[in-house]
T-cell receptor, first 114, second 110 residues
C-alpha cells in the first residue's frame, strides 16, 4: 500500500540558506500535517492543511511557510536557516476526520544546518 | 486542547504484559484517544484508537474507563522490538492538529 512519501530524506544546508521539504500524502487523504522533532525531543506540531487550505498552526516560526498544492502534495519552505533548525521533519496525512482519525507518518527528512 | 500526562519511562522484560496509563482530565465529549509508537529516527506509527470501554486489535488493547479521564494501553507479551516511545494523543475535535505530549520511553530487557 502507498505510504506518505517525503523528499529529500537528508538535507544539509548552511546557515541563512533556504530549504524546501516535500510531502506526498496517501492518495485520497485530504489532511496533511507537518512536525519538527529535535534530537531527544517529542514531535512538535508546525502546521496542517485540509483540502489545500491551511487548517491549524502550531509552533511554526515566521521564517517557515507551507502550502498544499492542487495534487495534495505539500511543501514546507524554510528560510534564513539557523543551527537550531536542525531536526527531523515529519509529514503525516489522514482522512477527513482530522484529529480523531489515524494519521500516517512519512519517514521524515533529516535537516542538518551547518 | 486536552493535555495528556504519561510516565516518562518504563522498564519491562520480554514476555511480560506492559500497561501504560495516560491521564487526560480535560478530554472533550467528541475526542477520541489515540496511541502512537515511535522508534528512533522514524515517524510515529498508529497503534490503536478508542472512544470508551475497551478496544483490542492484533497488537494492543486500550482500556478507557467510563469517565474517560484516563486510558491504559496494554501490550501483551512484549518483545525486544517493542522498545520504543509510546505517545497518548487526545483528538481535538474541530482541529487538525495532532499534539504530541511527552511520551513514555519503554525499555524491554531480555
Amino acid at each position: 500500500a502507498a505510504g506518505v512519501i517525503q523528499s529529500p530524506r537528508h538535507l544539509i544546508k548552511e546557515k541563512r540558506e533556504t530549504a524546501t521539504l516535500k510531502c506526498y500524502p496517501i492518495p485520497r487523504h485530504d489532511t496533511v500535517y507537518w512536525y519538527q522533532q529535535g534530537p531527544g525531543q517529542d514531535p512538535q506540531f508546525l502546521i496542517s492543511f485540509y483540502e489545500k487550505m491551511q487548517s491549524d498552526k502550531g509552533s511554526i516560526p515566521d521564517r517557515f511557510s507551507a502550502q498544499q498544492f492542487s495534487d495534495y502534495h505539500s511543501e514546507l519552505n524554510m528560510s534564513s536557516l539557523e543551527l537550531g533548525d536542525s531536526a527531523l521533519y515529519f509529514c503525516a496525512s489522514s482522512g477527513s476526520q482530522g484529529a480523531n482519525t489515524e494519521a500516517f507518518f512519512g519517514q521524515g527528512t533529516r535537516l542538518t544546518v551547518v | 486542547l486536552a493535555k495528556t500526562t504519561q510516565p516518562i519511562s518504563m522498564d519491562s522484560y520480554e514476555g511480560q504484559e506492559v500497561n501504560i496509563t495516560c491521564s487526560h482530565n480535560n478530554i472533550a465529549t467528541n475526542d477520541y484517544i489515540t496511541w502512537y509508537q515511535q522508534f528512533p529516527s522514524q515517524g510515529p506509527r498508529f497503534i490503536i484508537q478508542g472512544y470508551k470501554t475497551k478496544v483490542t486489535n492484533e497488537v494492543a488493547s486500550l482500556f478507557i474507563p467510563a469517565d474517560r479521564k484516563s486510558s491504559t494501553l496494554s501490550l501483551p507479551r512484549v518483545s525486544l522490538s517493542d522498545t520504543a516511545v509510546y505517545y497518548c494523543l487526545v483528538g481535538d475535535t474541530g482541529r487538525r492538529a495532532l499534539t504530541f505530549g511527552s511520551g513514555t520511553r519503554l525499555q524491554v530487557q531480555p
